[in-house]
């Protein structure tokens, strides 16, 4: 019999009651036990939701990121927290985010408010973790306490488990060494925690373990390589069996490594690495399982049953129960249920399967493998109808869109001239003193914002009502601005429910989910648009916004859009053509509103490209193919305009040292990207590489409440300065401000205005 599990599954809940049980909680607003009571009721509720399987994730759930967890599991906690003698779970939110809540904060002399972990991407998704510390003196201590009473709690409920965690050598791989130690000289160190959370694990009743090592999936340096042959060799005496999990792609070079590693499993990701699922299943030992990924974790199409049976059952009957079925990775990067869509468009709501329904489809998968697919033949016809429209309906295809992208060309991505010919034309018309300040876009998305978004979706509030209330907070941001005496303002974007929806909402192939909500990092959680189709501009999408923005002000004001890469990789996205198709088709639609807004008087046009390096493949001969289109869909997007437009973009959170080379072939005129949780570590790149064009590197943490000081902001430029001549440093926070609080946008802008007042002083 064929065995069904799970990597792991949404944590944030249907309606995303997580998301808002911490905020409510961070304010001060909910009870410690309250929290950990919904963190439960949760968890309960998911399991439930998953009885079909054989086995279930424990462990999966996290209240911030799972790293972290990992990182508290081991006994990994930076220096700085720990002399904090309260609550662990405070201790937690200390490191994710500088602070816990409103009421917790009884210690307020040594924990009120610390330096939050560095943070930054998951392999190459959209979801965000905390990056774990190390240095030559880092000891581990292991702390059971989380998984064991997850544990306890699915056990009670009858729960077939399968405990989940990270390997030692991704642990390791995924943090950051704080000195100038070699990470890999920890491993004996680790290994013995790992060792006796295994045994821990086999104390409590537990069969097997699933271990997550996706770091086989990249091109790993010989020591790397060695080292995970000496550790597993350390698990070789266990009760407790391992699953080695791999995903986000192949395994290439590193297959009979994971196939010769002295564990009970593999699974490989079948959606990225299909023609390696027969080699290792010839490669593994004679009583190792092999499970495969036969179900995308990490898009919302439904799965071809018919088609992954074809190859699936040659595979049964070859392994018999050796063979293990799931996702190809964890669930946790999409949507929970498509149950939930009534709204949504039915033809395409046919096409689509969420987390349930993606359990269902192993459901059915396992079925017809274990024979009984007499039982599921109505829904193998149904599938095979669905697949089908889908491929032949012509809302997903149109000619015209197909002829603009034949007419693509290299001219359509230059600019007139090079940058130190545009600079002065730019300087001339701006007028901007030294260390120019500004900020990336987005200001605080008060309960005044989403009461007004919430009554106009409802009908409730009719369209010029909604302007009339979109163009109060519109002004509101403009004074702000004014009063702080920022130099390049921005409008706050009240008006966009989310940087990529509110594009998406406005442009032809794209629809719409009410609860397709993913979680991106902590309480954060993001609803990608659903590109279905081929994309067009029907008319302009934030000309009138930002006109009215200029209107209130002498001071420039940037026209904010956001960039097509980040438009592709922040999507569900089609999966019947290649991606770079979808990017170009993207790139020319946002080409039309840069030259509009140009067009409109906007002179300064920010193009925010956040996730340029997240869909970066994870092995670097890769790379190549993936920068060549992306960049020049961002030249194409942006480069339409004259010298005299100053053409900005904005990354964040993601490691950029290496591509720093493709950013500057981007040629924006200025890059504002985040530096302030690494300390400026970007800068680094500057070492070996000379940055020809403007740069503002992030100097406020907007993912932390905690407020910098001038003097901070102060530092952290005059390292800048040390790369970067200062006549091309502007300064500015290191994202967006939409989740923060006026009340501490206000003193912590302030602070950065006051600090390049300083600066210029100090440069003359």
Sequence with gaps: MVTTHNLGFPRIGAKRELKFGLERYWKGESSRDELKALGAQLRARHWDQQKGLDLAPVGDFAFYDQVLDMSFTLGNLPARVQGFHGDKLDNYFRVARGRSAAGAEEHAACCGGVAAGEMTKWFDTNYHYIVPEFTADTQFNLDFSRLSGQLREAQALGVKVKPVIIGPLTYLWLGKAKDDSDKLALLPRLMAVYRALLSH??????????????????????????????????????????????????????????????????????????????????????????????????????????????????????????????????????????????????????WLAFALQKLDELQVLAAALNGRRDQVADALAANAAAIAARRNSPRVNNPA???????????????????????????????????????????????????ARSEHKAGRLDDAGYQVAMRREIERSVREQEALGLDVLVHGEAERNDMVEYFGEQLNGYAFSQFGWVQSYGSRCVKPPILFGDISRPQAMTVAWITYAQSLTNKPMKGMLTGPVTILNWSF????????????????????????????????????????????????????????????????????????????????????????????????????????????????????????????????????????????????????????????????????????????????????????????????
Excluded at 598 to 614: N, P, T, Y
């Design 401 to 451: 869109v197909k002829a603009a992208i034949a007419r693509i060309d290299a001219a359509l991505g230059k600019r007139q001239h090079a940058y130190a010919e545009r600079a002065p034309k730019q300087s001339a018309i701006l007028n901007l003193p030294a260390y120019p300040t500004t900020t990336i876009g987005s200001f605080p998305q008060t309960a005044d914002i989403r009461h």
């Design 201 to 350: 694990l086999n104390a409590v009743g537990v069969e097997w373990v699933q271990i997550d090592e996706p770091i086989l999936v990249t091109e790993l340096e010989p020591a790397w390589r060695e080292a995970f042959a000496s550790a597993y060799e350390g698990f070789e005496v266990r009760s407790v069996k391992l699953l080695l999990a791999t995903y986000f792609g192949q395994l290439k070079e590193n297959l009979d490594l994971a196939c010769s590693l002295p564990v009970d499993g593999l699974h490989i990701d079948a959606i990225n690495a299909r023609d390696e699922v027969a080699r290792a299943a010839q490669k593994l030992p004679a009583q190792s399982v092999l499970s495969v990924g036969a179900i995308n974790g990490r898009n919302i199409w439904k799965t071809d049953l018919n088609a992954a049976l074809e190859w699936l059952a040659p595979l049964a009957q070859q392994l018999g129960e050796r063979l293990w079925i799931a996702p190809s990775c964890s669930l946790l990067h999409v949507p929970v249920d498509l149950a939930s869509e009534a709204k949504l468009d039915a033809e395409i709501r046919s």
């Design 573 to 764: 996205v089609r999966d019947d053509q290649p991606r770079s198709v979808s990017c170009y088709q993207l790139a020319l639609a946002i080409r039309e509103e840069v030259l509009d807004l140009e067009k409109a008087g906007v002179r300064v046009i920010q193009i925010d490209e956040a996730a340029l390096r997240e869909g970066l493949p994870l092995r670097r001969a890769q790379w190549g193919e993936y920068l060549r289109w992306a960049v020049e869909s961002f030249r194409i997007a942006a480069n339409g305009v004259q010298d005299e437009t100053q053409i900005h973009t904005h990354m964040c959170y993601s490691e950029f040292n290496d591509i720093i080379a493709s950013i500057a072939d981007m040629d924006a005129d200025v890059i504002t990207i985040e530096t302030s949780r690494s300390d400026m570590e970007l800068l680094d790149a500057f070492d070996n590489f000379r940055y020809p064009n403007e740069i503002g590197p992030g100097v406020y943490d907007i993912h932390s409440p905690n407020i910098p000081t001038q003097e901070h902001i102060v530092a952290l430029m005059q390292k800048a300065a040390e790369r970067v001549p200062a006549g091309r440093l502007w300064v500015n926070p290191d994202c967006g401000l939409k989740t923060r609080q006026w009340a501490e946008v206000i003193p912590a802008l302030t602070n950065m205005v006051a600090a390049a007042k300083v600066l210029r002083s100090q440069a003359q």
